[in-house]
């Protein structure tokens, strides 16, 4: 039995996390929510409006853009990313020499913040002496193509850039759960005949099922939250083609001082989050009951 000695001093120990937590997760949430019902710029320059910050999000152009945009950049996330990881994972599941040589190497670029990953695409994407566009010349393509200032190519060429250190976590994550995957299951269903991809689709995709909840969950909410591979790539542009929801509530709360309508922004993001969140748990609370 716990004595209350104890218990105050678990209490004590908890305290600092929780006024953190409570004033840097909890408080802003809260502010933000205050602030969205507020219009005006400046520090005093402050009147109510109500809800007009939220009816005007859905008449606000280049807002749909950028909403549009972060659905894109979630869409391509779950079918690129995923797959990619996944194969990944699948090849560096098996048995060669240098396994864990590669394992580090693909998961390297996961640790490199990510301003320093769009300098890196800078170069690369540059029209003139950038990689792809010599490696493209190389092979017989003559191009100057200008893949960050072209409207059409922005923003595919910032997700793509993205991706680069984006594959790490969920390849991991894959890795993780075909590890768990018995051995016994797999070599019965080579005795019964099953090719690798019967096992593969009857077997290792259902057993990576908690998996596939997790690595689709983090790249959904990674999707929502983009921002500095865009800024530090377009900061938006060209003409807001590769303007992002968080990218865009920077440019309306800092650069215009428009806090009540980047306040706005900010809820309606924390609300698209809820809405991949809370789902998340349910199948995670259901399943710890399960087990």
Known sequence: MVNKRTESAAILFMLPATVIYLSVIVFPVFYSLYLSLFSGSGINNWTFSGLQNYTALFKDSIFLLSFKNSVVWMVLSLIFTTSLSLFLAVILNRSFPGRTFFRGLFYLPAVVALIAVAITWRWIYHPMFGFINQLLSAIGIKTGQAWLSQSQSA?????????????????????????????????????????????????????????????????????????????????????????????????????YNHWGYGAAIACFMVLLMAFIVIPYVIFTAKNQEDR
């Open 155 to 255: 923003l595919l060429a910032c997700f793509f850039a993205a991706q680069w250190q984006a594959i790490g976590q969920p390849m991991i994550l894959f890795l993780a759960g075909l590890q768990t995957i018995p051995k016994e299951i797999i070599e019965a269903a080579v005795i019964d005949g099953a090719g690798s991809f019967r096992r593969f689709i009857n077997i290792t995709i259902p057993l990576l099922r908690n998996t596939f909840v997790v690595v689709i969950s983090t790249l959904m909410m990674g999707a929502l939250k983009v921002f500095d591979i865009i800024i530090g790539l377009t900061d938006g542009g060209p003409n807001n083609a590769s303007q992002v929801l968080a990218s865009y509530m920077y440019s309306q709360t800092f650069e």
